[in-house]
């Protein structure tokens, strides 16, 4: 082998170990973004390699980038993410133990906040009927949840199915590692489940800037702007610095960013340095950013960035999509600056939808409770992907909703046979 050949070779080798480093980031990254807490052991045990073997990349880049902290030990890794400015509730929990994907409530959500404040308090080791009976206890004595009528009695059957929903959550997080047991017994009432409760996860569940105990609110809204309220920067660098920090963040959070919901300086700052962004982005993750008048989002072509897709199987999923092309075909044929659908509106074309589809929805879609159920399933994941807004009874469908509507079909115009041409034979007859 010649050295040119030789030299050739080693370009190669190079360049495709540059190709695998990349890969592998890429996929880190994606792992932290949709699961911010990776614990060494378990179902994540290769992700936690792979995220600490690409720590002194991972680390600056999240700083400079986003602005978030990653914290790699021995046997956690926690990317410490600022929620979004968009205090909504379409970025709930998915519940992925049952067929139909919902997402957390309110509801859930408190009882997941009772049931950490609960294994605080906890050994090594407990069982789901004692948290059951503390969270129970906890919320008796608790005045301020009597006042919002908040309930939990170990007694109703509902109460002891959301409860495992959210110890199934915690053992995702591996917050929770069931040792013994089956939970599914413990909703029938017929048998306990035990768990070890790993200290290091459970402490890194809270992520805020200040802590909880540090802070007097009114009200909830409040007490989330309090717990991740910054200090103002005062030196120009630091504020494009933290104005590069939001955007890189409600783009990499976010189903889509739209100009509207950016202040005035947000919006000249991404006018100038959208650009390095977007490259940069869209460089590091693999997704593919569309630009357009409204906004901007980021397409991830294998789709294993998001809990909810869009078409995705089922009755929920297909009652989604429909409603989208049908709202996108609205948003066309709207002459109002502002189109804007009502609930009643939306409930009779989901009406008409169920009936349409009945033999392939789930046997209660035709009956008013169905219809409605596959509504509010619809309204909540056109939400979460930024598709939809909803104000009291209107609903408004957002810009990249349209990409949904259904075109105009174009039928191939038909063709023309050439005519009979005689054979050469009959020509000169």
């Known amino acids: 082998m010649s050295k040119r050949e030789r030299s050739t070779a080693a370009d190669r080798l190079a360049r495709r170990q540059r190709e695998i480093e990349d890969e592998e980031r890429r996929e880190a990254i994606r792992i932290l973004l949709s699961q911010p807490l990776v614990p060494a052991e378990g179902p994540t045990s290769e992700s936690f390699r792979m995220i600490r073997r690409n720590a002194d990349w991972l680390r600056p880049w ?20 600022h929620p979004s400015p968009r205090l909504d509730s379409t970025r709930g929990v998915v519940d992925k133990s049952g067929s139909d994907r919902t997402q957390f409530s309110r509801r859930r959500y408190a009882l997941l906040c009772l049931v950490l404040a609960t294994l605080e308090g906890e050994q090594r080791q407990t069982t ?11 919320v008796r004595l608790d005045g301020q949840l009597r006042e919002l009528d908040f309930e939990f009695e170990t007694k109703t059957l509902a109460h002891r199915r959301e409860l495992v929903s959210v110890m199934r959550w915690l053992e995702r997080m ?3 590692v069931r040792a013994d047991g089956d939970d599914k017994n413990y909703v029938t009432g017929e048998s306990d489940c035990l768990y070890r409760v790993d200290r290091s996860c459970l402490a890194t569940c809270l992520c805020s800037i200040r802590g909880a105990s540090t802070v007097e609110a009114n009200d909830t809204v409040e007490m989330i702007e309090m717990l991740n309220e910054a200090e103002t920067p005062e030196v120009p660098e630091a504020q494009n610095r933290e104005l590069q920090h939001l955007l890189v963040r409600r ?3 976010d189903p889509v960013m739209y ?17 390095r962004l ?9 997704m593919v950013a569309e630009r357009r008048g ?4 980021l397409l991830d072509p294998g789709g294993g960035w998001t809990d909810i897709g869009l078409p995705e199987t089922g009755t929920r999923g297909h009652a989604t999509l429909l409603v989208a092309e049908w709202l ?16 009643s509106e939306l409930e009779a074309h989901v009406a008409t939808l169920a009936e349409t589809h009945e033999k392939h929805w789930r046997k209660d879609s035709n009956t008013p409770e169905g219809v409605r159920r596959i509504m509010r399933d619809a309204v909540d994941n056109l939400c979460s992907l930024g598709l939809l807004e909803v104000s009291g009874e209107r609903l408004q469908p957002r810009p990249a909703i349209a990409r949904y509507r259904l075109n105009e079909v174009v039928l191939p115009s038909p063709t023309v046979e050439p005519p009979v041409q005689p054979s050469l034979w009959e020509a000169g007859e």
Not at 76 to 81: D, E, F, G
Not at 128 to 138: D, G, H, N, P
Not at 278 to 286: D, F, H, P, Q, S
């Open 294 to 297: 409204e906004g901007v989002a």
């Open 328 to 343: 996108g075909n609205l948003l066309r044929e709207c002459e109002d600056v502002d189109c804007v659908v009502s609930i």
């Open 278 to 286: 977007i490259r940069e982005l869209t460089r590091v993750t693999g």
């Open 259 to 275: 100009f509207d919901e950016l202040t005035p300086r947000e919006y000249e700052y991404f006018n100038s340095q959208g650009d």
């Open 128 to 138: 789901l009927q004692q948290v059951a009976r503390k969270v129970e206890t906890s």
């Open 251 to 253: 783009l990499l959070d």
């Open 174 to 176: 591996h917050v929770l």
């Open 62 to 81: 999240f700083q400079r980038w986003p602005g978030w902290t990653l914290i790699i030990a021995a046997d956690i890794a926690r990317l410490r993410k």
